[in-house]
C-alpha cells in the first residue's frame, strides 16, 4: 500500500519555489474509472500534489467515470486544449500517435515488468515524443495489467474457439485484425456500451483485464475467463503539450514529479486490486482457465506484425528495440 511518508514531494514547496507571476489555473480532467479505482485513486492524488506544491495555482478538477465523453472524443479534447490532463490507455491513441501504436501489438511485451523496463528506456522516449508532437504529452506510465478473452459461452484453449465469436475491442484496427487473424469477427465499440452489449448478445465476447472485467460488471454476464494475456497495453497521467510547455520550468518539474509519485500509487493500488478482482469473480463463479500452449495465438500474430510493419516501415527499428530490450 501506499505510504505517505515516503512522498517524493514532501519538502518540495520549499525547495521548488513556482513562479508568482503564473496565473492561476483550473484544469480539467477526465478518466474512463470509477471511483475507488486505481487509476481514479492515483488521479485524486496526483491533483492533490499539484494543487499543493503550487498552493492553489494549479487546480485540477477531475471527471471521473467518462462523463466528459468516451476516450476517443476525450482524446481530441486533450490535443485541442479543451481539457488539460487525462488518464488515457494508449490503445485508442495508436491512431494519433503511430510510436504509441506499437506497444498495440498483441504479444510484443513478455510480461508487465518488461514493458517498463521499455517505457523506462529509449524506446519509452521514442513513444513520449511521438505522443507529445501530436498534442498528448505523457507525464507517467500506469500499470494496465494484460488483457484475456471473456465470453458467455465457453473457455478459450486455442485459437479455433476464437472462431466465429464477435469480440468487442477497443477501437484501433490493430486490435480488430488480431481478432480476424484469430477468426472471430471484432466488433469496435465504447467501453461504456460493452455491458448491454455482452447482455443482450450483441457481441459474444470482449478482452480486458481483471479490474475491468470485474468493476464493469462484466463478469455478470460474460463468465468465461481465459487468460490469453494477449496485449499489455500501458495507462499513462496525460498533459496538454501546450499547457505544459506554457508553464515555467520549476512548474513543469512539480507537474511531472507529482505524476511520477501518482504512478507509483496507481502500480501498488492496481497489484492490490488485480488479485481482489480474480478472487471476486472466482467466488461469483466464473470459470478461468489458463492456457496451456499460446505459441499457436502467437503464429497467428505474424500476419499482423507483417502487415503492420509493411504499412509502417519507420516504425521497425522501434520494433525491433521493444522486442530487443531485456
Not at 79 to 90: E, K, S
Amino acid at each position: 500500500m501506499f505510504n505517505p511518508a515516503k512522498s517524493m514531494l514532501l519538502g518540495v514547496t520549499a525547495a521548488v519555489a513556482i513562479s508568482s507571476s503564473a496565473l492561476a489555473a483550473e484544469w480539467r480532467g477526465w478518466n474512463i474509472h470509477v471511483e475507488g479505482y486505481p487509476n481514479t485513486v492515483a488521479l485524486d492524488k496526483f491533483a492533490e500534489l499539484v494543487e499543493g506544491v503550487t498552493d492553489g495555482d494549479i487546480a485540477l478538477k477531475l471527471f471521473h467515470g467518462g462523463t466528459l465523453g468516451s476516450q476517443p472524443d476525450a482524446i481530441e479534447q486533450l490535443r485541442l486544449g479543451a481539457i488539460q490532463v487525462a488518464n488515457f490507455n494508449l490503445g485508442p491513441i495508436g491512431p494519433v500517435a503511430p510510436e504509441a501504436n506499437v506497444v498495440s501489438l498483441p504479444f510484443i511485451f513478455k510480461d508487465v515488468p518488461h514493458m517498463f523496463r521499455v517505457l523506462d528506456g529509449e524506446a519509452g522516449q521514442v513513444i513520449a515524443d511521438g505522443m507529445a508532437a501530436k498534442g498528448i504529452l505523457p507525464l507517467a506510465w500506469f500499470d494496465a495489467g494484460a488483457r484475456s478473452f471473456y465470453n458467455g459461452t465457453k473457455s478459450i484453449n486455442t485459437p479455433d474457439d476464437v472462431i466465429s465469436l464477435k469480440v468487442r475491442v477497443m477501437n484501433n484496427d490493430l486490435y480488430s485484425g488480431m481478432i480476424s487473424e484469430l477468426g472471430g469477427n471484432p466488433s469496435p465499440m465504447a467501453f461504456a456500451e460493452v455491458y448491454s452489449a455482452l447482455q443482450t448478445g450483441v457481441v459474444d465476447g470482449a478482452e480486458n483485464n481483471w479490474p475491468s472485467y470485474e468493476s464493469t460488471g462484466h463478469y455478470e454476464v460474460a463468465g468465461f475467463y481465459s487468460l490469453s494475456q494477449h496485449l499489455i497495453i500501458p495507462e499513462c497521467i496525460c498533459i496538454n503539450t501546450d499547457t505544459f510547455n506554457a508553464l515555467s520550468e520549476d512548474e513543469q518539474n512539480v507537474v511531472r514529479e507529482a505524476a511520477q509519485e501518482a504512478a507509483i500509487m496507481q502500480r501498488e493500488l492496481w497489484a492490490e486490486r488485480e488479485l481482489a478482482s480474480r478472487e471476486k469473480v472466482e467466488t461469483a463463479g466464473v470459470q478461468v482457465n489458463e492456457i496451456a500452449d499460446k505459441g499457436p495465438f502467437q503464429e497467428a500474430m505474424i500476419p499482423v506484425y507483417d502487415a503492420y510493419l509493411e504499412a509502417n516501415p519507420d516504425l521497425r527499428p522501434l520494433v525491433e528495440m521493444i522486442q530487443g530490450t531485456e
